[in-house]
């Protein structure tokens, strides 16, 4: 059975290819009864798709994916049911892209030491008016026919020890945490199979994050493969975490997972979203 919720997806607002308004009516024609968008770092689309949702039948939940930084790794912590209008929340995220912005240049001047000139203003004409991440720069080095496609790119290009790769410094795990739950929202960690971190600092990861103030951890995702599933189900269960579900859709060839594909909880997760009145939409 497929899942009829997802609480993790992106749109134009930062690198998702869909609008807002488009996001929504691909979730709903893709059976999606429960929608969360969760754009990085970034809630200015939440407005647009609440109302799109409205249009299209389907039940909508703010979320946000924010960009932190624990034990010199980047984390995605992907808050849910945030209050969009929260001042904390807004000047944290509005600072946050400020250095997105002067990340971008410095990974332009990182390419152009290599000979691959106006990566930013390349970026730039991909990203339009969103934030810049590194999934424009990939578009741009594609396009540009540096590299063969957006898999490859990000090996060669984009990641530690590569010249198109900038140590940023997010905010940290414990403040984004904050953030999300001083904004009403419920923190959940996005995708943990995907940072690397070995078996001792996972569990610490997990630790730490309940005495944040953490909820959830994303325990199916487009990131994970099935025996992560039943994996990171046991780690929730272990720390009394809750269980959340998202694609992590970015869009046609963008995404492991389709919108509409993404496999239910495994048994015996309790989620995320089981105190939700949302709850009601799913049988
Ligand atoms: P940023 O937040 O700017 O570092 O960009 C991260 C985004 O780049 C992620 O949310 C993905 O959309 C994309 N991304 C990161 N790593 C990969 C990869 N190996 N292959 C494809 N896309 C990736
Ligand atoms: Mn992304
Ligand atoms: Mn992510
Ligand atoms: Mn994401």
Redesign the pocket.
């Known amino acids: 059975m497929t899942a009829k919720i997802d609480l993790h997806c992106h749109s134009t607002i930062s ?1 998702g290819k869909f609008t807002p308004q488009e996001l929504v009516a691909h979730a709903a024609k893709s059976g999606v009864k429960v929608l969360a968008l969760t754009d ?1 770092d970034d809630v200015s689309g939440l407005q647009a798709a609440r109302e799109a949702a409205v249009e299209h039948g389907i039940h909508f939940v703010n979320g946000v994916e924010i ?1 932190a930084m624990w034990k010199k790794r ?1 984390l995605h912590i992907v808050g849910l049911k945030i209050d969009a209008e929260n001042t904390a929340l807004k000047t944290a995220l509005d600072k946050v892209r400020i250095g997105r912005d002067e990340r971008a240049q410095e990974m332009s001047a990182g390419l152009a030491k290599v000979g691959i000139h106006g990566a930013y203003e390349g970026a730039q004409e991909i990203a339009k008016k969103s934030i810049l ?3 424009h720069f ?1 578009q741009f080095l594609v396009q540009s026919g540096h590299v063969k496609d ?2 490859s790119v ?1 090996k060669k290009f984009l990641v530690k020890g590569k010249p198109g790769f900038v140590d940023h410094q997010w905010m940290n795990l414990e403040q984004a945490v904050e953030l999300i739950v001083g904004a009403g929202g419920s923190a959940v960690i996005a995708h943990p199979g995907r940072y690397d971190l070995g078996r001792i600092n996972m569990l610490l990861l997990m630790h730490e994050f309940r005495r944040y103030g953490g909820t959830a951890i994303e325990v199916v995702t487009g990131s994970h493969t099935p025996p992560q599933f039943q994996q990171f189900a046991k780690i929730a269960h272990q720390f009394s975490l809750k269980c959340s579900i998202g694609s992590d859709y ?1 869009g046609p060839g963008l995404s492991y997972m389709a919108m509409g594909s993404v496999p239910e909880l495994p048994a015996g997760c309790v989620p995320v979203w089981d105190d939700w009145p949302e709850k009601q939409y799913l049988n």
Request: proline share 0%; aromatic share 8%.
């Open positions: 690198d990085h960009s980047t991440t590194r999934s990939a957006v898999k990000f970015h």
